[in-house]
Structure formats: structure tokens, C-alpha cells
């Protein structure tokens, strides 16, 4: 099983990133995804989840209206448009895959973890 996120850098304030995350080893399009994140001297916290199929979305409340979660199973890939980022965003972001959907995600549970991909917010 592999979870491949990409798509962190560097960006300023009020700027956007579209992360990505390709995944492989398992039925993609059984699983609920996720993205989680992890500040530094911070544990990891939820941010977003999509039911398999895309019909149910959930997001941490800082974040909403600000990002977006969405899925391709065509591609096996789930992405994160982040747009007008904060500095609080910075973070090492990570996706995750839970069978049992947005259930186990939003209380921080999933099967499957990837690696993550930074993302720095500065000026």
C-alpha cells in the first residue's frame, strides 16, 4: 500500500496550493480519504474527509470555505485545494485511507497512512 502525497511549498499569506495524493496497493474507490496535519511541537490534527463516493464531505471548521477536498477513483488520487492560507496552515500535511469512511477519519482513526508533504506559510 502506498499514499503518495506532493504539491507542499512555500507560499504567502493569502496565496493557494492544490495537494495531491496518489494512491496504490489497495481498492481506491472502497475507502474514504482523508487529509490530516501536523504543526510543529503539534499533534496531528483532522482537516478534511470524502466518503468513496465523493457524496459526503466533511472539513475542520478554521478551514472551511477556504479548502477543498475532492477524489478522481479514476486516477486513484485525492487532492486539497487550499486557497487564502494562513500562516496557522503551516503544517506537514498527510492523507490517509479509512474503510469504514468518514467515520474513523474525523476521530483522527484510518487504515492506511502516507508520507506527508510540507507546507509553509510566510511572507
Known amino acids: 500500500v502506498q499514499l503518495q502525497a506532493s504539491g507542499g511549498g512555500l507560499v504567502q499569506p493569502g496565496g493557494s496550493l492544490r495537494l495531491s495524493c496518489a494512491a496504490s496497493?489497495?481498492?481506491?474507490?472502497?475507502?474514504?480519504m482523508g487529509w490530516f496535519r501536523q504543526a510543529p511541537g503539534k499533534g496531528r490534527e483532522y482537516v478534511a474527509a470524502?466518503?468513496?463516493?465523493?457524496?459526503?464531505?466533511d472539513y475542520l471548521d478554521p478551514v472551511k470555505g477556504r479548502f477543498t477536498i475532492s477524489r478522481d477513483n479514476a486516477k486513484n488520487t485525492v487532492y486539497l485545494q487550499m486557497n487564502n492560507l494562513k500562516p496557522d496552515d503551516t503544517a506537514v500535511y498527510y492523507c490517509?485511507?479509512?474503510?469504514?469512511?468518514?467515520?474513523?477519519?474525523?476521530?483522527?482513526?484510518?487504515?492506511?497512512w502516507g508520507q506527508g508533504t510540507l507546507v509553509t506559510v510566510s511572507s
Open positions: 470524502i466518503s468513496w463516493s465523493g457524496g459526503s464531505i
Open positions: 490517509a485511507a479509512a474503510r469504514h469512511g468518514l467515520g474513523d477519519l474525523m476521530t483522527n482513526k484510518a487504515d492506511y
Open positions: 496497493g489497495f481498492i481506491f474507490s472502497n475507502f474514504g
